[in-house]
């Protein structure tokens, strides 16, 4: 099954993926959300199917 990488504040997936140069050793790897600018460490992941379910709670 597919996995849908979500934001845990609007419910958007439209995340991107941002890295941050001076942290290259640990090759931290932050994301953003593009919708409501939301940015972190952790986005939650989710079956596609259960996403639809998941973002009924954000509206
Ligand atoms: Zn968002």
Redesign the pocket.
């Known amino acids: 099954m597919k996995k849908v990488r979500f934001?845990p504040?609007?419910g958007?997936k439209d995340i991107e993926d941002i890295y941050f140069a001076l942290y290259f050793i640990a090759a931290i790897g932050r994301k953003r959300?593009r919708?409501?600018g939301?940015q972190g460490m952790f986005f939650p992941e989710c079956d596609e199917e259960d996403y639809k379910e998941i973002t009924k709670k954000f509206k």
């Open positions: 934001c504040k609007c958007s959300c919708k409501c939301y």
